[in-house]
């Protein structure tokens, strides 16, 4: 399953994903931050930048979509971590309209 991920996707999904599982689960995990993980040239051409808070700021106007197929295992265990962080109430606002796309792919 395609799906275009902004700069901000990207930083956001590692945060929708399960932080305890299985071995197997674990390991699908981290092929998904694999997968999406900002190489060394484009946060330079980004121009990424801490923030005191914590938080990365970035030049928006060196932005372009970044296209990824995930794995139908790879979307169920996205999913799973949603599902998991809906039902605490622990989804913010900035990651809703990512977790609303995950939820609409076919797994």
């Keep these: 399953m395609n799906i275009k991920l902004s700069v901000k996707d990207r ?3 590692p945060s929708l ?11 699908i995990a ?17 121009q990424f ?12 106007g060196s932005e372009k979509p970044f296209e990824i197929e995930f794995e139908s295992t790879e979307v169920k265990l996205i999913k799973k971590g949603i599902a998991q962080l809906d039902k605490a109430e622990q989804i913010t606002s900035d990651q809703y ?9 076919k797994t």
């Design 49 to 60: 930048k801490d923030r005191p808070n914590g938080g990365v700021e970035w030049s928006a």
């Design 11 to 13: 930083l956001q999904l």
């Design 30 to 46: 981290r092929n998904i931050q694999d997968k999406t993980k900002f190489t060394s040239k484009e946060i330079e051409l980004l």
């Design 17 to 27: 994903l399960p932080k305890q599982g299985s071995m197997i689960g674990l390991e």
């Design 97 to 105: 309209d990512l977790c609303k796309r995950i939820n609409t792919l």
